[in-house]
């Protein structure tokens, strides 16, 4: 297992539970999850990511390698420019999603979920016939998450972090730290990801960005769960499996079928987009009491007694004060106010589906920052 190098700050902090995410060590608590979710909601928040290992992907034929792991046509991403996007099987399947931040021309990094991308990745350019080197990186990513965050960032950077558009990366240092700093994150929130692109400075630049928050009310955090959940955003192996093909999700626009350029799976997504998907991932409420705590495993899910699914990921929304979660079922079981039963390890529970997000990502800086 991989430690950060910010482990020895998180562990200072106050982190007393990990996971093991990308065979890495991850903070999943700071010893209470909800206070957490409200220092994100209201305030700014500091976490280790650096379980989303780098992949690099560079050389003459960088570009077209990438297109070749993709669906979604990359040929209007610009340097220094983000873009969300699938990396998908022969079969159409889900080997991950992934950011994508376009550095050069010819260099590429990939963020990944959680799965061994860069052993895939590997794997196809040994016959790809494509000049490309790929590695992983000295890369260590923190996000810097919560409505003020960007007060942090102007603190550390100055008005350029302000400017920055969504979706977008700038090469900077920080003093003598390296960085690429992003307008990107996993919360729903004002957000950016700071890449630290030399280990050796994990404590360094962790107690800067503290430095900086203190005055914003900045609390060190795990990703939270609750918010991703409000905000519809996705977790590759809980809401995302190998199983699934893009339009379980709805996810059209991050699929080009009819550009030039060949992938993965582009035969196999021109029959299921014909044939229509059987499954679609759909938002619930859940009726009851609050949940102690978020499921450990697919719940089944019926309708008049008969399966037609499972939950993937849910919990107890402390603002919305109600159970919420996602829900795998079939297609004919996705239409919003569709009422089913999902079964717990000790009882059935009444669920109605509804429309998702709960509460909408936050991408615009306010005016007056």
Not at 144 to 160: E, I, M, R
Request: with cysteine; proline share 6%.
């Amino acid at each position: 297992m991989h430690k950060s190098p910010f482990y020895k700050a998180t562990r200072h902090y106050g982190a007393n539970m990990f996971s093991i995410y990308n065979h890495t060590y991850m903070p999943t608590t700071y010893g209470d999850s909800v206070a957490e979710y409200w220092s994100l909601v209201n305030d700014v928040t500091l976490w280790d990511v650096t379980c989303q290992r780098q992949i690099e992907i560079s050389g003459p034929d960088a570009f077209r390698f990438i297109q070749f792991l993709t669906p979604r046509d990359l040929s209007k991403c610009k340097v220094g420019q983000c873009l969300y996007l699938l990396l998908t099987d022969h079969d159409g399947g889900i080997i991950n999603d992934a950011v994508l931040l376009r550095l050069q021309e010819q260099q590429f990094w990939l963020s990944p979920g959680d799965g061994d991308v860069l052993l895939w990745a590997l794997g196809v350019a040994v016959n790809s016939g494509m000049d490309v080197h790929v590695h992983e990186p000295d890369v260590s990513p923190l996000q810097l998450q919560g409505p003020k965050a960007p007060h942090v960032v102007k603190a550390l950077f100055g008005d350029w972090a302000l400017e920055m558009k969504y979706y977008w990366l700038k090469e900077t240092m920080l003093d003598e730290i390296p960085l690429v700093v992003s307008r990107t994150g996993w919360s729903g929130e004002l957000g950016y990801e700071l890449y630290l692109r030399d280990g050796k400075y994990g404590d360094a630049l962790w107690e800067r960005v503290m430095e900086a928050g203190r005055p914003y009310g900045i609390a060190p955090a795990a990703p939270s769960a609750i918010r991703s959940i409000e905000g519809g955003i996705l977790s590759y192996v809980s809401d995302i499996t190998r199983d699934d093909n893009p339009f379980v999700f709805g996810f059209d626009r991050l699929i080009d079928l009819d550009q030039a350029d060949d992938f993965i799976g582009k035969e196999a997504l021109k029959k299921i987009k014909i044939d229509g998907a059987t499954r679609r991932l759909v938002g619930v409420d859940i009726g009851g009491e609050p949940f102690a705590a978020s499921n450990g495993e697919f719940w089944p899910v019926t309708r008049n007694g008969r399966k037609v699914g499972h939950v993937t990921r849910c919990l107890f929304s402390p603002r919305l004060e109600r159970n919420i979660g996602f829900a795998n079922v079939s297609v004919e079981c996705a239409e919003s106010g569709t009422e089913l039963t999902l079964q717990t390890p000790v009882e059935e529970r009444s669920a109605i589906v509804c429309d998702v997000p709960w509460f909408p990502a936050q991408k615009k800086i306010p005016d007056d920052l």
